[in-house]
């Protein structure tokens, strides 16, 4: 471990980098120690406004107001509400994401939508016949494929994000696909890759779990029709709240959740037998949201007020670079490997890096405060989120995972 000279320059860099960070006072927002959390990606840190604003809803708004609260606290329309706070953090126009039910569920209502819209209405069993799936995808995504295969007498074809160009055909009906890899934090051509699909006639849904919040996405620029993602991540929901499901305005009165509910009904309040979806992307909620995990995820929303996703994109660069730096001058040579590419088109906001018996180094980095995730076999995760986690952090935590391998 090279902790002298080398590593004074280190922590002085640090310093200057933080000093010059347009970020830094987002730092303030969030309830940090002096642990350095680098798990962001698997579970946000709490915004500091969320308790007040949690207690607030429990004491007034359920308290007192009770049933009131669905109209007199704007609790009704909280999903299109949320999800049009989330819209400009993946690059989407108000009126195409709402917020609810899990990632798994909205990643259903999405690929069975998808193949639906796909398929000739006149002859709804004949042509597209098959779904493509990310192979490496984080494993529910795959389950939940494989259900919605077997669902609509699709073919389900498992191929890596580079291979997908080479199965891609007239019967292809939906590709469902990662942003970014979970394991190693590698970034997915979402741009190429939706091209590619659209010129086999087929639709994409994207996976935005471990990017939304962290880099610019585009869903509208570059054509997206559905994506859906998780907000306890990046965006700071908490644990457990609620996802979102994105529907491209040009598709809305296509598409045909295989979940309809009540409150996805015209009527919702008719309670009429027969089902009659809503207009717009109101079609993606199903049953009464869930109120305290939503109105939590609105709250946490509030640390994004005034920030630029471009800001974030470039701090989350200088971070995972800088972190980087200072592991290869700390840890000794040959200890640990970087999966995650040095090519900063092909990065997400984390870094793994393989190491021997990473499980059980994970836990001594946990001991001296510095948390990370353990990935089996013998990963190390690190996740960057630019609105909390310090230059000072990543060289911290560098240092110590020198030390705990020294």
Known sequence: MSDGLHGAGLRAEAEVLDAKDELRARRDLFVLDDTVYLDGNSLGALPANVPDRLAEVVAREWGRLRIRSWDESG???APERIGDRIAPLVGAAPGQIVVGDST????????????????????????????????????TDGYIARSAARLTGCRLIPVAPGEVHGVLGERTAAVL????????GRLHDLPGLTAAVHAAGALVVWDLCHTAGALPVGLDEHGVDLAVGCTYKYLNGGPGSPAY??????????????LPGWNSHAEPFGMRPEFEAADGALRGRVGTPDILSMLALEAALDAWDGVSVDAVRAKSLALTDFFLRCVEAYVPEGRVESLTPSAHAERGSQVALRCDGAGDVMKRLVEQGVVGDFRAPDVLRFGFTPLYVSFADAERAARVLARTLD
């Open 177 to 184: 696909l990662n942003h970014a890899d979970y394991r190693t």
């Open 104 to 139: 798994s569920v909205n990643v259903f209502k999405a690929l069975v939508a998808a193949v639906r819209i796909a398929r000739d209405p006149a002859h709804p069993d004949e042509g597209r016949d098959e779904i493509v799936v990310d192979a490496t995808t984080f494993p």
């Open 75 to 77: 609790w009704w329309t």
């Open 245 to 258: 499901i994105y529907v491209r305005e040009s598709l809305q009165d296509r598409f045909d959740s295989p």
